[in-house]
């Protein structure tokens, strides 16, 4: 079944206000096994709004709407439904008595109150325990139309309370569903990402998807399927297709994060973890102690951030310093064998780059980055050239710490 | 001028990822002045998105797209465009160059990535600072659309440093135009917020509206109007009237940061900073230093996460530690007092306090947390009880760790 939603509200279309409520009802609908083809936003403007909705009645068969449920005169959507439809409003007594009850006393109740309980012929009401602003389905030659206020509180619990068992129930049990696992890929580009599977892509069954999320990139698998213990196979499937053609690469399934693997490796791995940062200024560190419980094998760290730290907290040969400079080679191996010294660390991590916008010469331009990894058994040096502004280097530079972290504990048995 | 925007991509229909695009960008554009009537989401399927294309050109002189800009075969946007305007794609030599020259060797370069330099005819091409996907201002019949990459980041940068400059030299001097200031308030609900300012708002000018960004409040303050220099004159002095009553609560103005703002009074008086920090793992120091230039006050820091990172970075007394405890009056005092020591920095900031979820007790609750400021004349000590999650409570401690500071620097002649 094609489903879209239509977002109504001005408020949306100032830019005032981020709209959760179409992610939160897409992410329901395409659950249900719905197939979500377009969201639209348009202005309480009777005239746009009555045409978005003779469109959506026309290419879809389930039409979701938010917002314009309210007394006020701008709140149109169910006069608007109607006359898309070709229905007749009437009235609903017992809506009314609700809104009554929802004020502790009748006086207080605002006399435009009753246009709320009016709703297109025929319409089912759904109550709103939160609010005033009963919502509705509304049937019409077997396609639907459901009918949802803007407050997402009020949006949420009336979808779940109300509107869900009852596209449940026109969905029948057989209804396909959707299955999703995300597979997330360090190191490749997303179109040097697309050559490694193209064979697997193009498909409808399992249907891939990539997304690149800067640092790295989600590989996205999806199974639209009535029958959960076939989908998981085929993602079960398609995960180890797709892991053994990438490796290592692949470096954490659905909400996993890079802290939480690095993490669940020291731990496995009884190992200890201290850090060096000095163009991350502290973010290495501060994603690490993202993870609940990474007092476990995370120590600390030092910020040398000015030269002068690099000196007092991890030792750094200070001759080395003025002549190789902060950002070299040496400097990162001395800087992950400093902290690991300093604080008895099984790994010492570190970082040192030129994040800019200034600070930039020719042989150290604006993004080069040094990570160093020491151990018991020697040391890791990366020398890497990242591009962007300050912001995504220093993640970029972050990201690939954890990475080589992660490969080095992966690779070898200490 | 009427504006619309469609964002593109399969994932938005999938309720995997929330559209921040069309936030900023319609914020963005209502700013300039711009109408926007519609927002639509549409998949990357072909029909659809030429049909989405060529009703948004019939309605509207301004058409902005985001997504399908990659390199990969269903990144089709401005291959629908042409179709939809009736243009041929040509090659752009320039912007092939500068896709080579986003890899470090040519060899790494995709068969693919030449479609990336392939652009519908006359269009006038937006560099991509941060990745691969160029984006374009493509003219036809006087109408405008203009083409951004899909990631947020990507996108944002492209907005404003490209797209940007050349809309506003489109539209002329005379539109009615949108001025905004955002106040920025730390240390105030919204609610007592809104009873400090209650006379002001609820007027259309200035209209003020509050945003909760959860650590501290924006207080937007709006003035729509053709004259400028009236605008602007409303502005200052509805933010004078708001400095007169919140005083040092205001801490900056627009996209000002906290660690700007300290960055700003340190260097003014020539105050140098060294941090040390335990629940925050890290993240105060990779805020101070997300300034460019923040090593000419910020000197670096310890993340001292476990006890023995305390005792042997920051010289605690391990007698103090074991009978106060990590989270302490005691300990913060002394991490504070040791930063400063080690790094010989004028200012010593720390944090120690329990993040949660796991660790807390009935007389350290999960919450609770300490944090110094050690100076030449001695140490302020504040102990502080946050509600939330992991993240909000170590966000909440860094802008609070911030903002002693900042108080500390207006307040102290130092």
Chains 1, 2 share one sequence.
């Not at 759904?126 to 019409?140: F, Q, R, S, V, Y």
């Not at 890929?185 to 892509?201: A, C, K």
């Not at 570190?350 to 151990?375: F, M, R």
């Amino acid at each position: 079944m094609r489903a879209e939603i239509i977002s109504t509200g001005t408020e949306l279309l100032l830019g005032k206000t981020l709209n959760t409520n179409v992610f939160y009802l897409t992410s329901q609908l395409t659950g249900l096994g719905l197939e979500v083809n377009y969201h639209t936003t348009v202005g309480d403007n009777k005239e746009r709004l009555i045409e978005t909705v003779r469109q959506a009645f026309n290419r879809s068969e389930m039409v979701f709407l938010t917002g314009g449920l309210g007394p006020t005169a701008d709140d149109l959507t169910k006069e608007i439904i109607a006359m898309g439809l070709g229905l007749k409003m009437s009235f609903n007594p017992e809506s009314m008595t609700s809104i009554v009850n929802y004020y502790d006393n009748k006086d207080k109740l605002p006399p435009s109150s009753e246009k709320q309980a009016f709703f297109p012929e025929g319409a089912e009401v759904l109550p709103n325990d939160l609010g005033t602003a009963p919502g509705a389905i509304i049937e019409k030659d077997g396609k639907y139309c459901v009918v949802l206020p803007g407050p997402p509180a009020e949006m949420k619990l009336m979808f779940e309370r109300y509107a869900l068992p009852k596209i449940q129930a026109l969905l029948g049990n057989n209804t396909l569903r959707l299955f999703v696992r995300t597979i997330k890929v360090f190191g490749l580009g997303e179109s040097e990402l697309e050559q490694e599977i193209s064979d697997l892509m193009h498909k409808s069954l399992p249907f891939i998807t990539l997304l690149d999320k800067h640092t790295y990139i989600d590989l996205r698998v999806t199974v639209r399927s009535s029958n959960e213990d076939l989908a998981r196979k085929i993602l079960d499937q398609t995960e180890a297709v797709i892991r053994g053609r990438l490796g290592n690469k692949v470096f954490g399934i659905d909400e996993e994060t890079h802290s939480q693997v690095i993490g669940k490796l020291l731990r496995q791995k009884k190992l200890t973890l201290a850090t060096a940062e000095s163009c991350t200024g502290g973010l290495l560190g501060g994603r690490i102690t993202a993870e609940a419980g990474s007092s476990d094998y995370y120590l600390g760290g030092a910020v040398s951030y000015a030269n002068s730290a690099k000196l007092k907290l991890l030792g750094v040969n200070s001759e080395h310093l003025s002549r190789y400079g902060a950002v070299s080679e040496v400097t990162a191996k001395e800087m992950a064998e400093g902290i690991r010294l300093a604080l008895g660390a099984d790994l010492g991590l570190s970082t040192t780059g030129i994040a800019g916008p200034g600070g930039g010469t020719k042989d150290k331009p604006v993004g080069l980055v040094y990570i160093a990894l020491a151990h018991s058994q020697g040391v890791i040096i990366e020398r890497k050239q990242f591009a962007g502004n300050r912001d995504s280097i220093r993640n970029m530079t972050v990201e690939t710490a954890l990475n080589i972290l992660r490969i080095f504990l992966l690779q070898n048995p200490l």
